[in-house]
């Protein structure tokens, strides 16, 4: 199917003007013609035309500047292209100052006018598709946008910009529930270009191969067709593998030939074909100790970890909790359901450790926004059972230890500062209900040392 041609109305109240006009422009462009500013303004309210090319003198001495307003007004994105034989440079000032995107001399007119003319539509063009792609991008992330105005989350924005401009892979790493996958699309959804997600779990030894690089016809039984694989789907974009740490060993084996060499070879091919694409992976473990550990390929790790980048928990951005909350509610709720929580279940809400994160703040809301209808807000017997228990369990203050204060002089003084410290741990445990993550971030304490205080005290097996 042929391109429209672009349509180019001539405003001049010279014929021989037109023809002379129309001639040089006739093979690339749709003219039609009006010889005053009242012709041109009917014409333009009738039908859409690209560009104006407009004589300034007609039956009034400036009468194409008067009517470039009129013009804009009835299209504001219109291109005006002045043809005069006034070579005064203020009277060309004024009329770019007016709106007009270029001004010929008619003298030149014939030499300059198709290279002018395309030289402007070209300029609207290219403006209209970065206008396009931007809105394309906006509507995007506005689907599922990252929400927070904390401090944490400023930077974790500030750097997302900054990653989204480089083209090096990345690993996020964050808890369940932290939004792994949007961060994932606000760096690598970029002009339109592909954004391939893979399931790491989901990848299984005997169909890697073909999941992730494709095959020909007849490779395996099964195969009726020849079918691209994701590298090759993701070519000139990102792949994303969410849960990396999940891709068993020997997948990764060969998931490291294709990163590094950036080129696949289907299966049951001998054809290698040269990609370009991004790695962005996801990760609620510390891939780092999975190396140590012998679970990870550390070749693979070198090539991955490239920038690292770290998703706040909930519990550590709670200044964000509102804007969350009140964003969760829109997105679930209707005219009937519930607006708000009140003050007695945000106050207990704050108080709870979200293991799920913001997924679980999501899931709740949507469960209540589903349960409840004909009140405003969701109330404390609202909640769920088992968030309440766990929360009142965890606000649970153990009873301070009755120890003397003067040590038993039949009892080891190595002794009594075990017990001591066995009944400290015992009382913190049950207050953050069990949470580790929580208990190692308020005592400044690592996990691993904090785990083996646990096991040696007989609190967590």
């Not at 995107?101 to 070209?122: D, F, G, H, P, R």
């Not at 394309?136 to 929400?147: C, G, M, N, Q, Y």
């Not at 891709?247 to 030939?257: C, G, S, W, Y």
């Not at 770290?310 to 519930?338: M, Q, T, Y």
Request: with cysteine; charged share 30%.
């Amino acid at each position: 199917m042929l391109a429209r041609k672009k349509k180019i109305l001539l405003v001049d109240d010279d014929r021989n003007i037109h023809l002379a006009n129309k001639y040089i422009l006739k093979d690339y462009y749709e003219c039609i013609s009006a010889y005053d500013g009242d012709e041109a303004r009917i014409i333009l309210q009738s039908q859409s035309v690209d560009l104006i090319l407009l004589d300034i003198h007609m039956r009034k001495y400036e009468e194409g500047l008067e009517f470039i307003p009129i013009f804009r007004e009835i299209d504001p994105d219109i291109d005006i292209v002045i043809s005069s034989s006034n070579k005064e440079l203020e009277l060309a000032a004024r009329a770019v100052k007016a709106g007009a995107s270029a001004y010929l001399i008619k003298e030149n007119a014939l030499e300059q006018l198709l290279i002018t003319v395309e030289s402007v539509l070209s300029k609207r063009e290219l403006i209209r598709q970065n206008q396009h792609l931007f809105k394309d991008r906006k509507r995007s992330l506005e689907k599922a946008s990252i929400i927070g105005e904390s401090k944490a989350m400023k930077k974790l924005l500030q750097d997302i910009e900054k990653i989204r401009r480089v083209q090096a892979n990345v690993v996020i790493t964050a808890e369940t529930g932290c939004g792994k996958e949007l961060v994932a699309r606000h760096i690598g959804v970029v002009d339109g270009a592909p954004f391939v997600t893979v399931d790491s779990s989901t990848i299984t030894h005997s169909m890697a191969e073909s999941m992730l690089f494709g095959h020909e016809k007849g490779a395996f039984t099964g195969a009726v067709a020849q079918s691209k694989g994701l590298f090759e789907e993701a070519n000139g974009g990102v792949i994303y593998f969410d849960e990396i740490s999940n891709m068993p060993l020997d997948i990764q084996t060969k998931l490291l030939r294709v990163v590094q060499e950036k080129e696949i070879m289907r299966l049951g091919s001998t054809k290698i074909i040269p990609l370009s694409f991004r790695v962005i992976c996801a990760t609620n473990r510390d891939l780092e100790k999975m190396v140590g550990e012998g679970k990870f390929k550390e070749d693979l790790f070198q090539r991955l970890n490239v920038v690292t980048l770290s998703i706040p928990p909930l519990r550590d951005r709670l200044e964000d909790f509102s804007l969350l909350v009140e964003s969760f509610f829109k997105k679930h709720g209707d005219e009937a359901s519930p607006k708000r929580f009140s003050d007695s279940a945000t106050e207990l809400l704050l108080k709870y450790s979200w293991p799920g994160n913001v997924r679980e703040l999501s899931n709740l809301i949507a469960n209540m926004c589903a349960l409840i209808h004909g009140q405003e807000e969701v109330e404390v017997e609202d909640l769920p059972e088992r968030l309440r228990i766990q929360t009142t369990h965890m606000l649970r203050i153990a009873p301070p230890a009755q120890e003397p204060t003067n040590i038993d002089i039949n009892e080891d003084f190595y002794e009594y500062m075990r017990r001591l410290e066995g009944k400290a741990l015992h009382g913190l445990y049950q207050s953050f209900s069990g949470n580790i993550s929580a208990m190692s971030k308020k005592l400044k304490m690592s996990r691993s040392h904090l785990y083996s205080k646990l096991y040696a005290h007989g609190i967590h097996k």
